[in-house]
């Protein structure tokens, strides 16, 4: 019996000629240095280009190098490159240490970002393994290298998708090869994979404007990990101001940048991570290039119009510099930061929780109505309660029936099946405060329901929020922190001064209720836990009901 034929040994070396690959290099190089930071594309798009044309590109120089002859191989190969873009991606301590290892070569990673949308890019390995897996198995071809063989790269190049699967390969020259491969290597070693936080690789000793640098006033190099406030989070600066360290989470951060500083330099870190609000929040900490030392984690806060722009030296002066965050130390000392009154200690790793009845109202209870509001007049067809507690309507209009969902404190809505009711928007409080709120009218009867900085509009009286007493505040699920309030009621007909704590309601009237559902000062907001609308600024958020029968 005949011995069975062994497969083919894969020569990765002939697919360096595929027209695939010379494409995704090319374009990688024009990625990195054309496209990224020339405006001419978004961030976020060239450095998904850079994740995926690197993820194309990396796997066949890395078994070029290996010399890789068999399909087991060419799979090691690309599941080796996809689980590095993984590592550094979800683990700030593996692009550290990355960054750390690259200070040692000629092409060292400046500054990295942490961030798992990158491992988007990873069906591009399943690309490239099966077409230059193919090509690797199938060698070069029939194509002569004559006196045109010199303009094959080019012409591969110009040659469009019809010819990512054509057989048989051109046949480069060796010298093309070498430049290709050698190409490939600088760029992929010398660029990050995802695009940085800020757009580019600083440079040590230029100058530079910006409220605050970095610099690096010691003798070795440091790695830095920079986190920016995450985008969408509100902070409300006056209150912050007081106590930064307490009153900021450290769930409220981003992924970190990782930069590297040389000895005696300065960066611009905050470049493009200046949040749109009235002040900004970076947390910062780091160590030394060789991993001897650590940088202790420092909180840098500081309100704009307190510290506007300025130009910033690209070196550190030995003192009397307010605008650079420095870090200090001799040869064999401890590394930390020179005092600097826009630096505070960080907040702790742990969220300190309420104190005894200052806890706020989970997520589950509160005013929410389903959008869009069906504005005009309906009749109920049904009503039933929903699991959640919120209620669901049945609404027949002049053309369709449809079902609306709409969530109050229970006895809250005066309404049932047969009846016909008017929806509206209402957008103003009792104190003319803006709101995002809905009346429900009908047979005499009223729901105005409402969130936002105000209570919603209930007649003559007056509403007084205050803080409850002893109440330093409640971290939510996100980092954001919120005070609890008080409502205190005056002026208000058959009723003396009233204070209402969240979950309680009031006669205002004659046939009319209030209800305080929520009432918190948000010193911080992230609209993943918070749920506001845009126009509704997240200081304060109160959420109300009140209802009006005969």
Not at 71 to 100: D, I, K, P, Q, Y
Request: hydrophobic share 45%; net charge positive; proline share 9%.
């Amino acid at each position: 019996m005949a011995p069975a034929a062994r497969p083919p040994a894969l020569r990765p070396w002939s697919a360096l000629a595929h027209p695939l690959w010379l494409a995704s290099l090319a374009f990688m190089v024009a990625n990195d240095h054309v496209f990224k930071g020339s405006g001419l594309l978004p961030g976020w798009l060239t450095g998904k280009l850079s994740d995926v044309t690197g993820l194309l590109v990396a796997p066949l120089v890395l078994a070029v190098l290996l010399g890789v002859r068999s399909r087991r191989g060419w799979v090691a190969a690309n599941v080796a490159v996809g689980g590095f873009l993984a590592a550094v991606n979800l683990s700030a301590e593996a692009a550290h240490g990355w960054a750390w290892l690259t200070e040692f070569t000629p092409l060292p990673w400046r500054r990295m970002v942490v961030d798992a949308g990158d491992l988007a890019a990873l069906p591009a390995l399943l690309v490239g393994g099966w077409v230059f897996g193919r090509a690797m198995a199938t060698g070069p071809g029939a194509l002569a290298t004559g006196p045109g063989a010199q303009a094959n790269g080019a012409a591969v190049l110009a040659s469009g998708p019809a010819m990512l699967a054509a057989r048989p390969h051109p046949r480069l020259p060796n010298a093309l090869r070498w430049a290709a491969l050698a190409s490939a290597g600088v760029f992929l070693l010398g660029n990050e994979t995802s695009e940085p936080i800020g757009g580019g690789i600083p440079v040590s000793g230029v100058s530079f404007t910006a409220p605050f640098g970095i610099g690096n006033g010691t003798t070795r190099g440091l790695l830095l990990r920079v986190r920016p406030l995450r985008k969408g989070v509100a902070v409300d600066c006056a209150a912050v101001k007081a106590k930064p360290g307490l009153l900021l989470s450290r769930r409220l951060f981003a992924p970190a940048a990782v930069w590297g500083v040389d000895s005696t330099r300065t960066i611009d870190f905050s470049r493009d991570t200046l949040p749109a609000g009235d002040c900004a929040a970076y947390l910062i900490d780091g160590g030394t290039a060789d991993g001897l030392a650590k940088v202790p984690m420092t909180l840098a806060f500081w309100i704009k119009s307190e510290w506007p722009a300025r130009s910033i030296p690209g070196t550190v002066p030995s003192s009397g510099q307010t605008d650079l965050f420095a870090v200090a130390a001799d040869n064999a000392g401890p590394l930390a930061w020179r005092s600097h009154p826009a630096l505070f200690a960080p907040p702790p790793s742990l969220d300190p929780g309420p104190a005894p009845g200052c806890e706020l109202p989970g997520d589950a209870t509160g005013v929410a109505w389903q959008l869009p509001l069906p504005t005009g007049t309906h009749t109920i067809v049904e009503r039933q309660q929903a699991p959640d507690g919120c209620t669901a309507l049945d609404l027949a209009g002049k053309t369709n029936t449809q079902r609306w969902f709409v969530c109050l404190p229970p006895g809250a809505l005066p309404f049932d099946s047969g009846d016909t009711i008017t929806l509206a928007a209402t957008s103003k409080g009792q104190a003319f405060g803006p709101i995002d709120g809905v009346e429900i009218t009908g047979d005499g009867k009223l729901v105005r329901l409402g969130r936002g900085n105000d209570l919603v509009y209930f007649g003559k009286g007056k509403g007084k929020f205050a803080p409850k007493p002893g109440c330093d505040g409640h971290f939510d699920a996100c980092g954001a922190l919120g005070v609890a309030l008080g409502v205190e009621l005056t002026d208000v007909d058959g009723l003396a001064s009233k204070v209402l704590a969240p979950g309680q309601a009031a006669a205002v009237g004659k046939g009319r209720t209030l209800w305080v559902v929520r009432a918190q000062d948000q010193i911080t907001g992230d609209p993943k836990c918070l749920g506001t609308s845009a126009a509704v600024p997240a200081s304060r958020l109160i959420e109300s009901v009140y209802v009006e029968v005969p």
